[in-house]
């Protein structure tokens, strides 16, 4: 009898049970659409904000002092340590390694041009988009990953080529540009493009690794390496030296992506290697991040506010509705109890339609979101789906509470009278 | 009662023809249905409040994120031409370009020896306003007294590896200096040594070179600003740090659109609750409307009466939830960017033509649906 109850008021009341569904559907979509966005927020702003470029340095351990200022070297290039280039692929062995975006080695060179021996310029020696293999994967990386500021007009050269590119600055003074020939340290190359980085790259020339190597005769050197990562803000933890952790907390700080246990670890993947964050990027970094996610969490708990209202507003006007219902089953001789068991049924049924075509919705909307805004995938959490169904159920369920309350409270021969 | 007074009553509803009635019916219907009526204006203020928090956020979210981001440091750069200086006053000119919406920074550099003949650079400038352009510096301790120091730390390493006092010379003039904090940057200030200018101007005579500013505004207003002081200072180039620009720019938008998405959909689903719970409204006084038709209402008066009433609600549900929104904004500001939201008036003629707008909405499309019903069928209960 009281299958037949609920399943004769779902047949005849389409208009109205419809209505209430819509209102539910739409509600748990959007509650749904947020959270996904914003667990996802996180991790697509911190990808954003690798726009900002490297976040680790690392250069050799027994490194002399940099004499440089606005970005010109003023000492001898030549001396000091160098890193190995061939040890740079394990950095694809670490731990965290699809937390590194990419990395770019750098290594600058003087060099006279043209015929004029009086012109001394930097050569920095670099990765563009260099196809590297570690075991069996393949990847590329270089500065067009680790420096996305970085401008060319005409072509990136090929990074097995001796092809160059020129600071606008420089082109400017050389009166070069692209497609035109220079000659560097004595042997003729082609300018492919001219580069624009607004800092001190505008005024040298850069060129593919290998062919900086060669001039400088010491193949495979690397001066320092910039890293990009993915990190997580710092934490009580991760300020801590890991020097003084104990062998548990030590676990948990080399596997938790810190910028500080990614340095150690690069620093175990290079030998004699120092690893540094580069702090105005790293350190800003955790604080825009931790603004814009608590931004996010704190309008995804209005949007399940608001979405929590318009289900109970629907549920209120639906089950008020119903009064005379209400006053016929307990004139026939209903209690209370079976009349508020039905009403509750029926909105756990409501609730749980609402919720599986509410949560595809909205599951649909944030991939959109998630594709106009960001252009990649937001990545939904199968976990969500028994989270959302339960909010839903819940939410109806104090939505309708308070009227069904009222409804079987009616005296039913004011309720049969329409006197409500 | 005398026909004299009849009359006189018949005179004076003439003189208002059913304004006060009309006013009557409304207020009464406010305050004998207080239960529906006040469930209905509770779906508007929450609605009108949550569109107006979400919508102050959105104008003010730009200012808040931006002051975050001028924690990156600077974000224009101006350095001396080759072979020219930058005039004495360029500082005060930059400062009274800035108006107090940045800072500027003046650095000079040298290259001084250490007695064992290693190069090293040093650079002089203000302490105090390095501390706050740029606060991902971490320092052990900023100097304050005279021939106080601040050296990177490799410096440190070759220079004091002990912290001892040390000696430096540029152009046979020699500085005893004291190391009193460690800086770590990661960068290229970690092999320098920083001092006052003061110290560094008594000791070498050279002034400062380059200008660091952290200019807040949108990127049109830096660059509007940019090309400003190019004009001003001639011997000078001008750039922006396009690292800096060009990630705030991004990182920026991106929320703005991710903000604009909610603020949409949540504005949408406000929306929906107001419209339902009006209808229901509404709807359930159908008795009302079909009384009104019974006495011989136009159907233009009563879709007058509803239309006035929900305009009514709408009214004071967008002003009551305006206060309350602006409230929810101030404390969102204050607990995540630490600073409150400050409220724009701007948005209220939105959300108070938004408001009156779905109220409207929900009043006129139940009367649109019962207007073809008979009233008997109304009242008979049907």
Known sequence: MFGRLVYESFRRQKRRKLLAGVAITLGVGVATAMIAVATDIGDKISR?????????????????????????????????????????????????????????????????????????????????????????????????ITHPWWKVQG????????????????????????????????????????????????????????????????????????????TKPEDALARRDPKSMNPEMFDRWYCSPYVASIAYQLQEAIPHSHAEQIRQIAQNEGTVLSRIKGLMLLVTLAALFASALAVSAAMATAVFERRGEVGLMKALGAGSISVAALFFAEALLLALIGGV??????????????????????????????????????????????AIRRAVKFDPVYALKGEA | MSSNQNSDLINRRAGKPHTSMFLRMLMRAAVLRRGRAASALLAMVVAAAVATAMLNLYVDVQAKLRKEFRNY??????????????????????????????????????????????????SGTDLDQVRKLDSWWSVTAWPNASHDALVG?????????????????????????????????????????????????????????????????????????????????????????????????????????????????????????????LIGWVFDRRRDFAIMKALGASEGLIGGFFAAEAAALGAVGAIVGFGIGVGVAEWIGRVNFHAPVVP?????????????????????????????????????GE
Not at chain 1, 361 to 385: C, H, K, M
Not at chain 2, 76 to 101: F, M, Y
């Open chain 1, 48 to 144: 954003e904000l690798r726009t900002y470029g490297a976040n680790l340095i690392v250069t050799p351990q027994e490194d002399t002092l940099d004499v440089q200022i606005g970005g010109v070297d003023l000492k001898p290039p030549s001396d000091g340590a160098y890193l190995n280039e061939g040890d740079l692929p394990k950095i694809r062995g670490t731990f965290w390694h699809h937390n590194i975006a990419g990395f770019a080695p750098m290594l600058p060179v003087s060099v006279h041009v043209g015929n004029d021996s009086a012109a001394n310029l930097t050569l920095l020696g670099t990765y563009f988009s260099k196809q590297l293999t570690f075991g069996k994967e393949d990847f590329r990386t270089g500065v067009r």
């Open chain 1, 155 to 230: 072509a990136w050269p090929d990074d097995n080529s001796s092809d160059v590119l020129l600071g606008e600055n420089l082109a400017a003074k050389l009166g070069r540009k692209a497609e035109d020939e220079i000659t560097v340290a004595g042997q003729s190359h082609r300018v492919v493009g001219i580069l624009s980085t607004g800092g001190a790259e505008d005024n040298q020339i850069v060129a593919p690794l290998g062919l900086a190597q060669q001039i400088l005769g010491k193949p495979g050197a690397v001066r320092r390496l910039y890293v990009s990562a993915l």
């Open chain 1, 357 to 402: 075509v509410g949560f595809a919705g909205g599951a649909l909307l944030a991939r959109q979101i998630g594709r106009s805004i960001f252009d990649s995938q937001i990545t939904i959490e199968p976990v969500l789906f028994p989270v959302i169904l339960a909010i839903a159920v819940i939410v109806t369920f104090a939505g309708s509470a308070m």
């Open chain 2, 73 to 122: 440091g600077a974000n224009i750069v101006v350095v001396a031409k080759n072979g020219q200086e930058l005039p004495a006053d360029a500082v005060n000119k930059i400062d009274a370009a800035l108006a107090g919406h940045g800072l500027a920074v003046p650095f000079a550099y040298v290259v001084a020896r250490t007695p064992d003949g290693q190069s090293v650079v040093v």
């Open chain 2, 153 to 277: 730390t490799l410096a440190a390493a070759v220079i004091s590896p002990q912290g001892k006092s040390f000696d430096l010379s540029f152009q046979g003039r020699t500085i005893h200096l004291n190391p009193a904090g460690i800086l770590r940057t990661g960068a290229s200030e970690d092999s320098r040594i920083y001092l006052s200018s003061k110290d560094f101007e008594n000791w070498t005579g050279v002034k400062p070179s380059t200008i660091e500013m952290a200019s807040s505004g949108s990127s049109e207003e830096v660059n509007a600003f940019i090309q400003e002081l190019s004009q001003a200072l001639p011997t000078a180039e001008v750039r922006p740090i396009r690292q800096i620009m060009e990630g705030e720019a991004r990182v920026l938008g991106k929320t703005r659109a991710t903000l604009a998405a909610a603020a949409v959909l949540i504005i949408a689903t406000a929306a929906l609750c107001v419209l339902s719970t």
């Open chain 2, 344 to 380: 724009r008036f701007n948005v209220l003629p939105m959300v108070f033509v938004g408001s009156i707008a779905v109220a409207l909405i929900s009043a006129v499309l139940p009367i649109f649906l019962l207007r073809r019903v008979q009233p008997a069928m109304i009242l008979r």
